[in-house]
């Protein structure tokens, strides 16, 4: 009696390929886009304690941040890379920072949308502070204390996150956020959030939320002076540090 050997056929063979390349069509996407989302997420929270800690730091030596020496009306977001904002940031913030280099290149920032978005207009020009782990923050002075009088904040910190595909190139709200540096009226201390305005709330984001989607996918008023990472950070914070199922951004 003759053994018989059992073996699949080419087209079952081929049939079987064909089945696993639909799953991996299917799920590879949504598995990369889920470790991207947790990329921003991790890294927004790590900035935010590096920033956090690199204050407090400052503070310890040069007294409370509300109290710092910013730079003169003129010298401070209208022109981040004069000589008093990049004096500030030598003064309150550079021993404090461990970095792995400073840069000053010429980003290519956009909107969600693929339009060029105003921040090119002059974070460009301020110290780019790359790293260890790749992550990018670059700090904005604010000019003096007016912006703080009407306000209430005092600096824009901003970051890049790693899920780019060069370093050059930044959209708002997939791999650059942004934080501020804010004073607390009744106790006169600085804090960091990621909020623009002082009567920002998560309340106020959950009843305007259609606004701060709009928002955050292109600002809708670039004179405003609110970044669309600012509104895509507040999102991302104010949703317990995830990624809302809302964003308007593809990560």
């Known amino acids: ?4 050997h059992l073996a699949f056929t080419m087209a079952e063979v081929l049939i079987t390929l064909g089945i696993i390349g639909i799953i991996a069509a299917i799920t590879i996407p949504n598995l990369m886009g889920t470790y991207r989302k947790k990329v921003v997420e991790t890294e927004l929270q790590r900035a935010f304690s590096i920033i956090s800690q690199t204050i407090r730091m400052s503070e310890v030596k040069n007294e409370n941040a509300a109290y710092w020496a910013y730079p003169s009306e003129g010298a401070g977001t209208s022109a981040p890379g004069s000589a008093q904002a990049e004096q500030f940031i030598n003064i309150y913030i550079k ?4 970095y792995l280099k400073v840069e000053k290149e010429d980003l290519d920032v956009k909107y969600a949308d693929g339009t060029p978005s105003y ?16 992550l990018f923050l670059q700090f904005m002075p604010r000019e003096n204390s007016v912006e703080a009088d009407t306000h209430g904040y005092i600096m824009n910190v901003y970051v890049g996150t790693t899920n780019m595909r060069k370093k050059e190139e ?3 709200g997939k791999n650059l956020f942004a934080f501020t540096m804010n004073i607390d009226e009744s106790s006169g201390k ?17 009843t305007n939320r259609q606004n701060f989607i709009d928002n955050c996918y292109k600002n809708q008023r670039e004179t405003s002076g ?3 990472s600012i509104y895509c ?5 104010c949703n317990n540090w995830t990624v809302p199922k809302d964003y308007p951004i593809k990560l």
């Open 226 to 228: 609110v970044s669309s």
């Open 190 to 206: 600085v804090g960091l959030e990621p909020q623009h305005y002082l009567n920002w709330s998560c309340q106020k984001l959950q």
């Open 119 to 134: 921040l090119a207009n002059y974070i460009n020009k301020a110290p780019q502070f790359i790293l260890a782990d790749g």
């Open 233 to 237: 950070t507040y999102m991302i914070y």
């Open 1 to 4: 009696m003759k053994d018989k």
């Open 95 to 98: 021993p404090y920072i461990k």
């Open 170 to 172: 930044f959209v708002e």
